[in-house]
């Protein structure tokens, strides 16, 4: 399937621009088009079977070290299915789009970003590992038929309580009958507040792993 040409406006999707209550503060990785100057460096990702070198740059979200959130959900939550659409939920640079390629050469993995530079980035690095599944666009570019076999997931959930309410019910109602979506959220920034809040949504959550201050979290389909 191709990925349509045209681009619609500026998406006006769910992963928002800017963080709520953020005025008079811009959180780059948030925006469309980081105004911060474009600085990259290579880092090295390594975790399990995957090793691979990407370029990150500021204005992007983890661009000093791989996240130390990504290495957990990699390391932590359960192998991607072999086949199928895969979807990578705020890819940032591609670390955890390029993991699930990797493992999964036969799916499709889509990394969705709203900031122009990450999908930048994603293409790059995906081109690198030469990891031709991967396909970084824009949320409004997903094909609107299209249901994941598994979501994954490092969230900003600095964007506000809100704003990632929404994202999630614009994503998590996509995944296939029977599909798993896998997050990773800092325990002292929500994460249990956000299991709770997904119940209460009709979604069944598991608690798959506690480390180093992170949860992730398995969450099926809503009942």
Not at 38 to 46: A, I, P, Q, Y
Not at 132 to 137: E, G, H, M, S
């Amino acid at each position: 399937m191709s990925i349509p040409k045209n681009r619609p406006p500026q998406a006006t999707s769910t992963l928002r621009s800017r963080p709520a209550g953020g005025a008079g503060k811009r959180a780059h990785y948030f925006d469309p088009v980081p105004e911060v100057e474009s600085k990259r460096r290579t880092l090295r990702l390594r975790t399990g079977d995957v090793a691979a070198e990407l370029q990150a740059d500021r204005g992007v979200f983890g661009s000093r070290a791989i996240d130390l959130g990504t290495l957990t959900l990699l390391k932590e939550a359960p192998l991607p299915p072999a086949e199928g659409e895969l979807l990578d939920l705020g890819s940032g640079y591609g670390p955890i789009a390029i993991a699930l390629a990797r493992r999964s050469p036969a799916a499709r993995v889509w990394a969705v970003d709203v900031n122009e530079r990450a999908l930048e980035l994603t293409r790059a690095n995906a081109a690198t590992a030469r990891t031709p599944n991967v396909v970084a666009c824009l949320p409004d570019e997903v094909p609107a038929h299209l249901r994941f076999a598994a979501i994954y997931s490092n969230p900003p959930v600095r964007v506000g309580k809100a704003a990632l309410h929404d994202l999630l019910q614009r994503w998590l109602p996509r995944l296939a009958p029977g599909a798993q979506a896998y997050l990773v959220v800092q325990r002292n920034l929500g994460a249990d507040s956000l299991a709770t809040w997904l119940e209460a949504q009709g979604y069944r959550v598991q608690r798959l792993k506690s480390k180093k201050g992170y949860r992730v979290l398995s969450v099926g389909g809503a009942e």
